[in-house]
Each structure stands twice: as structure tokens, then as C-alpha cells.
């Protein structure tokens, strides 16, 4: 049986990103659904365990089946047991996906270190915001 999760707070991730040379995201994600972490090198990596959080949490629901080219489904990824602060090397960013339309992801984004909170309307515009956040800090 899937679990669901029905809490408001669910909706909201936390991403410590720790590193960021050359442009290639590594960190954290944290949740209430999850038992511990998910760890990520790349940003491939950071979109498809979000994702496959998402599914897992069937929160929101996407308004599109995913299509692709083989049959086999993405794996989210299993939560590590280390636990730390969560709080990035670089930044931390509260993401808090409202919706799942277009085969994209909608909601608002609060990079914390700073205070702002910034709508976005697609996954693009997410990773946009998060690259501008960091440059603008480092």
C-alpha cells in the first residue's frame, strides 16, 4: 500500500547544497516523510530524487503520466541514515511544490539565508532562482 502524505508540511523540502564548482550541485535533501536524508552529486541526480520523493509521497499528484523511453521507472532513492544540519555549506532553499502540472513543478521557492521567497512555474525556473541565489553569494 503507498503511503500518502496529508500534511501541509510534507509539501516542503529542504535543499542544503554543499558544493557547487563548476555549476555541479551536491547536497542534501531533507522532508518529514523521510527517515533521514537524500544525498545528491549532480543535478540530474537532485531533480530525480525529488521527483521520486514526490511520487512516493503521491503529493502532489502529477497531472501527466512521465513519459519516456524505456519502460523501467526512476528510482527516488533511499533516505542515508547520517543525519546533519540541515543547513547547506552554501545555501539552503525551502521548496515547496504545489503542483506537478505540464510535466513540471510549480510552488515557491525561500532561499533562507537570505529571506527571500520566490514563486516559480517550472523545474527550469526553480534551478534558475537556486543558480542566481548561489552566484549571487559566492
Known amino acids: 500500500m503507498q503511503k500518502v502524505a496529508a500534511s501541509g508540511e510534507m509539501q516542503t523540502s529542504i535543499a542544503c547544497i554543499d558544493s557547487y564548482k563548476n555549476r555541479e550541485l551536491k547536497g542534501r535533501i531533507y522532508n518529514p516523510f523521510l527517515d533521514g536524508e537524500l544525498r545528491f552529486e549532480s543535478l540530474m541526480e537532485f531533480i530525480l530524487k525529488l521527483d521520486g520523493?514526490?511520487?512516493?509521497?503521491?503529493?502532489?499528484?502529477?497531472f501527466f503520466e512521465k513519459r519516456q523511453f524505456s519502460k523501467a521507472k526512476p528510482k527516488g532513492g533511499a533516505a542515508t541514515e547520517a543525519r546533519r544540519e540541515?543547513?547547506?555549506?552554501?545555501?539552503?532553499?525551502?521548496?515547496?511544490?504545489?503542483?506537478?502540472?505540464?510535466?513540471?513543478?510549480?510552488?515557491?521557492?525561500?532561499?533562507?539565508?537570505?529571506?527571500?521567497?520566490?514563486?516559480?512555474?517550472?523545474?527550469?525556473?526553480?534551478?534558475?532562482?537556486?543558480?542566481?541565489?548561489?552566484?549571487?553569494?559566492?
Do not use: Y
Not at 529571506?115 to 525556473?125: A, H, I, K, N, P
Open 53 to 62: 520523493l514526490l511520487d512516493e509521497m503521491n503529493f502532489p499528484q502529477p
Open 86 to 138: 540541515k543547513n547547506g555549506t552554501l545555501a539552503t532553499f525551502h521548496i515547496a511544490i504545489l503542483f506537478r502540472q505540464n510535466s513540471s513543478w510549480q510552488g515557491t521557492v525561500t532561499w533562507l539565508e537570505s529571506g527571500r521567497e520566490e514563486c516559480f512555474r517550472s523545474v527550469l525556473e526553480l534551478l534558475f532562482l537556486i543558480d542566481s541565489a548561489i552566484s549571487e553569494n559566492t
